[in-house]
Structures are given as C-alpha cells and as structure tokens.
C-alpha cells in the first residue's frame, strides 16, 4: 500500500511539473505579438538625430510649439487591434519643442504607431497624428508632425 502511495504522488507530481512547464511555454508564445521593448533609458533628447547615424529614432514636431503638452505614443495591436500605450514614450517636448524617442535595432520597421498630445499629463486630448512605422534602417530619424487646434 505504502507504494501505491508513493507511486500515485510521483505520477501526480509529474503532472502537475509537465502541465506547468505547458502553460509556461503558451504565455511565453502568446507574448510574442506584445509591445516592442524600449531600451530602459529611453528618455526625451535635445539632440536632433537627422544626420546621426548613432542610432534610429522617432521624432515629433508640434505646431504650435508648446512644453506644457504631454505627448503618448500608441502601438495598434495587430490581434485585438486596441490602441496600447507604449511605456517609456511618454513625455514633455523639449527646450527645443520637440519630442525624441530612441528605437532599439529589433523594432525597425514595427508598427502602426500614432502620437497622441495632451493639453497635460493626465489631461485631454487635443490632437492625434497620423499612423507611422518605426525607422526601417539604422540611422533613420522618423519625423512626425503634429498641428494642435
């Protein structure tokens, strides 16, 4: 009887192991169509990248420009198509009025996105742009202009 027992455990052990290791492997699969990463410095650049080729970039125009705005950038996913905030490319125009966000080499060539601009953080809506892709190459700069009402 001691064994049965023994036995029963081992086998329901190895259930419980294989069924982990099957749920594992289908949330590993199922985030392949998640957000792009962000390198984890990603911040705003006063620098304007056009003739760099240090690295690849998106970059939003604001018409007027305004640094009390808070801009967002979205990525349309492509399964539920919701529009989903991108963490990390969030933020304030710069001194120079402009809003600069890197682009690691994996995500060349990703998208839609669009750049939504706020009246504040937190605050409305006042514009949205129009659908863009990230940079197809290295050293591209994606510029993307925005006119506020």
């Known amino acids: 009887m001691k064994h049965k027992i023994t036995y029963t455990f081992v086998i329901l052990f190895a259930m419980l192991i294989t069924s982990f290791a099957l749920v594992m492997t289908t949330v590993a699969a199922s985030t392949d169509q ?5 390198p984890p410095t990603a911040t705003p650049s ?5 003739s760099s080729t240090m690295g690849q970039f998106i970059e939003l125009h604001l018409d007027p420009p305004l640094q009390s705005l808070w801009t967002e950038v979205q990525w349309l996913h492509p399964e539920t198509h919701e529009w989903l ?4 490319w969030r933020g304030s ?4 009025d402009i809003v600069l966000w890197y682009v690691g080499e994996e995500n060349l060539g990703r998208g839609p996105f669009r750049w939504l601009v706020y009246d504040s953080e937190g605050g409305s809506v006042l514009a949205t742009s129009t659908t863009f892709y990230l940079p197809a190459s290295i050293g591209q700069t994606v510029v993307v202009e925005v006119s506020i009402p």
């Open 34 to 38: 998640s957000l792009p990463p962000r």
């Open 46 to 50: 006063a620098a304007s990248p056009a």
């Open 85 to 88: 905030p991108v963490d990390g």
């Open 93 to 96: 125009p710069t001194t120079e």
